[in-house]
């Protein structure tokens, strides 16, 4: 094998792939290398740790076919270490077929790398004609984004440990909750051969995923999904990302958005940065290891919202301007951990938001408001804490 590149090329291409790369010590070591195949597309790079595969092809002036294995993050610390416009020859010796030679200018590095033929390669699924849909890339990574604003990783209950995809007729809704807040964003299917189903993408796919579909370049594009029973592949311009899908039944979420009759409902109406601001300051007396001190108490009460928190460390009140709609006689004292709320606002691209509760003690839906109407392509759930 012998190549040519461009070390921002170079680079690039490795920061795509490194997200599959542990940056723990891998239980094998061929996990650390980034498998390297010069062909005559250019250079391809792929990356795995049995969960995700990550793979990428970068424009290289090849002069000789081959593969080889190399250090994932030796390669990165060597092409960061090269002045901006270098360029790098790369090339396997003729008497070692795991010894690498780097060339840029002056610098030169030899580095040992293992057999292409001992690296882990997810077998693809068989071919579903049915499981197949195309979305643009800007509706793909924004409600990618805005699901993974409350996503967990590292939930005891495994399949809440990522983002639910669901196809139902032509939205696409990915959604994420851990039990306490939910948030579910919706966006249209530009083509598909599926209908409806429902497939939970692991927390490094959705972060893998986001990474490949923020590279430069890539608005105008579109996203291709393949999703089976195990897996889920993702197809953006040069790059393939395969996911194992996590097992599991996530939870009901339409049984989780709260529908109360008009004359139950308690509405505050409020803009965003407003909120935001409230929260942000009564929020600086909560505790979080404490319960009963983890929350900040919102009330709505005549013209506005009245917010307060207190804790071992202090006290704080605060109260902002909102247009109340509310029973007669009806007082409501909602509880909501800060870091949530701060959470489902940072999803909602309104400039007001429609805050829905019924009581204390009933969860709370999140939704933006544009010319008074309340949107439902993202929405919000927050379960009250007890006060």
């Given at each position: ?11 690039a ?53 081959g ?23 790369i ?11 780097l ?41 990618l ?8 990783q ?31 964003a ?36 579109v ?20 996911a ?55 009330t ?88």
């Amino acid at each position: 094998m012998e190549c040519k590149i461009d070390r921002s090329a170079l680079l690039a291409g490795l920061g795509i792939i490194a997200e599959a790369i542990s940056s723990r010590r891998a239980h094998l070591p061929i996990l650390e290398h980034t498998c390297i195949t010069a062909s005559d597309t250019g250079l391809t790079l792929m990356a795995t740790d049995t969960e995700i595969e990550l793979r990428t092809t970068v424009t290289a002036d090849v002069r000789k076919l081959g593969s080889i294995t190399m250090p994932c993050q030796k390669i990165l610390g060597i092409c960061r270490s090269l002045p901006s416009g270098a360029a790098l020859d790369i090339r396997l010796t003729d008497t070692n077929k795991e010894q690498i030679t780097l060339k840029s200018g002056r610098s030169r590095f030899v580095v040992h790398g293992l057999d292409p033929e001992d690296f882990p390669v997810r077998s693809a699924d068989a071919a579903d004609d049915d499981h197949h849909l195309t979305v643009p890339i800007p509706a793909l990574r924004s409600v990618l984004e805005k699901a993974r604003q409350i996503m967990p990783q590292s939930h005891e209950i495994a399949y809440l440990n990522g983002v639910l995809l669901k196809v139902n007729g032509a939205d696409l809704i990915a959604i994420a909750t851990n039990g306490h807040v939910m948030i579910r964003a919706t966006t249209r299917i530009q083509k598909s051969r599926v209908t409806s189903g429902e497939w939970i993408l692991p927390a490094k796919g959705v972060r893998a995923l986001l990474k490949i579909l923020a590279t430069d370049g890539t608005d105008e594009g579109v996203a291709r999904l393949t999703l089976s029973a195990n897996a889920a592949t993702v197809v953006v311009g040069p790059t393939t990302l395969r996911a194992q899908l996590i097992n599991g039944r996530f939870p009901d979420t339409e049984r989780l958005i709260p529908r109360y009759a008009p004359t139950q409902r308690i509405t505050m109406d409020v803009g965003k940065i407003d909120l935001q601001g409230l929260i942000e300051r009564v929020g600086l007396m909560t505790v979080v290891d404490e319960p009963r001190a983890s929350a900040v108490a919102l009330t709505p009460e005549g013209d506005g919202i009245r917010a307060r928190s207190g804790s071992q460390e202090g006290e704080a009140v605060d109260f902002i301007d909102a247009n109340i709609t509310m029973p007669a006689g009806v007082t409501c004292e909602f509880g909501a951990k800060p870091a949530y709320c701060t959470a489902i606002l940072a999803a909602l691209d309104t400039e007001r938001v429609q805050i829905t509760v019924r009581d204390g003690e009933s969860a709370g839906l999140f939704q933006g408001l544009h010319e008074g109407a309340a949107q439902e392509d993202v929405v919000g759930v927050l379960m009250p804490v007890r006060l």
